[in-house]
């Protein structure tokens, strides 16, 4: 079996989650042979479990360093997100297969130019979009794309059981700030979400969104959004989050022509129409008629891989030819959602897809250089805010 040499860039929460389930031998094509980790404590501590462990993976303080020591074949990035496109472009540029974790990054602009990159390049770019294995979204998906029961009309996803604390927001002065992080809870907790929406449902062509910015929390990014998507086929959306429900809900509805599907408490429902719609109501007389409803028996296949389906279709990828769970270039999507949202929070207006992303860079520079971190997102590095997401 050819192993992949995998090299894992920030070794915080997800470095070390992913670092264990490959040791723990759940993705037998892997072998970690050097991690990044630019925090000299978290440095020392990976430096212990290795002397305790006999791990076998050489420790370096920058990606620059993994990169030159020609000990990986590909790359997890796990740093914080301001850092994820150019990593991922000097990892792409020196021959590394990459795979990025959420978010892509936190602003369009420089996202395109990894994608760039990753197209020349001809190597292997995924995204950590873990959720795409849900066999729920999976098979959802799969309802909503059959062309069995008609067009979308309407989607609606309250996604508000983010809650968090102030004591999180304190945990790090970084936390919550334009300059630390680019984005609230749209670019911390959702862009899962932000993907499964438009991967079942497709990209909106309008924005237009609410945002209260530290409503619930002492911080400067938004804690509360409600947003409204336009299509170009004419159907609706509706995007409702926060951080600061204590008793949040997390519950997605789509209205289809001939049927209505809904996701809560991981479980699928789904309810058929006979006749469709369009066709009950252009030949219905009765006043108050309405079409006859049964309730769908939906079967999934019950699988949910997660992170580790993801690892693993990624060397299946690079050794095989195979499929991704999501390809690179699909990290821009749910970036242009949330950027969109900023964007029409910011200015006050409805704001169109494609968007002027230099116009949305200035606005967030403008944030950034006000953000109580003094440092730009450009000096700031990685060290001071490395290994505690």
Not at 48 to 57: D, I, P, Q, R, S
Not at 94 to 111: C, R, S
Request: aromatic share 10%; charged share 25%; net charge negative.
């Amino acid at each position: 079996m050819k192993q992949l040499r995998l090299g894992i860039i920030g070794y915080g929460n997800m470095g070390r989650f992913h670092h264990n389930n490959i040791l723990e031998g759940k993705c037998p094509e892997i072998t970690v042979t050097a991690i990044a980790e630019p925090n000299k404590a978290r440095l020392k501590a990976v430096k212990e479990k290795e002397k305790g462990e006999k791990l076998t993976a050489a420790l370096f303080e920058s990606h620059e360093e993994l990169i030159k020591s020609g000990l990986a074949d590909a790359v997890v990035i796990a740093t914080p997100h301001y850092f994820h496109p150019q990593i991922a472009i000097d990892c792409l540029t020196a021959g590394l297969h990459v795979m990025v974790e959420k978010p892509a990054g936190v602003y369009t602009k420089n996202v395109r130019q990894l994608n760039e990159t990753a197209a020349r390049s001809g190597l292997v770019f995924g995204m950590m979009f873990n959720q795409r294995t849900n066999h729920v979204y999976r098979k959802l998906r799969e309802l909503v794309k059959s062309g069995d029961f008609g067009n979308i009309r309407r989607s609606n996803w309250i996604i508000t059981d983010w809650y968090r604390p102030q004591a999180y927001y304190d945990s790090g002065a970084w936390r919550a700030t334009w300059a630390g992080e680019g984005g609230g809870v749209l670019l911390n907790q959702c862009p899962h979400q932000l993907d499964l929406w438009q991967w079942i449902c497709g990209m909106p062509i309008k924005i237009k969104s609410h945002m209260a910015f530290g409503k619930w929390h002492d911080i400067e990014v938004e804690d509360e959004v409600t947003a409204y998507a336009e299509y170009a086929d004419g159907s609706s959306g509706v995007f409702v989050t926060s951080t600061g429900d204590a008793c949040g809900t997390n519950r997605l509805e789509i209205q289809m022509d001939k049927a209505k599907f809904v996701v809560e408490g991981g479980k699928l429902y789904g309810w058929e129409l006979f006749p469709a719609e369009q066709e009950f109501s252009a030949t219905n007389k009765e006043p108050f008629g309405t079409p006859e409803v049964r309730e769908m028996e939906i079967v999934t296949d019950n699988l949910y891989t997660g992170h580790v389906g993801v690892l693993n279709a990624f060397a299946d990828a690079i050794n095989h030819g195979r499929s991704l769970v999501a390809g690179g270039g699909e990290g821009i999507n749910g970036l242009l959602i949330s950027n969109a949202m900023h964007l029409s929070a910011w200015t006050g207006g409805e704001v169109e897809i494609p968007f002027d992303e230099d116009e949305y860079y200035r606005l967030l520079m403008e944030r950034v250089a006000g953000s109580r971190v003094a440092k730009k997102p450009q000096t700031f590095t990685q060290a001071d805010i490395s290994g505690t997401f």
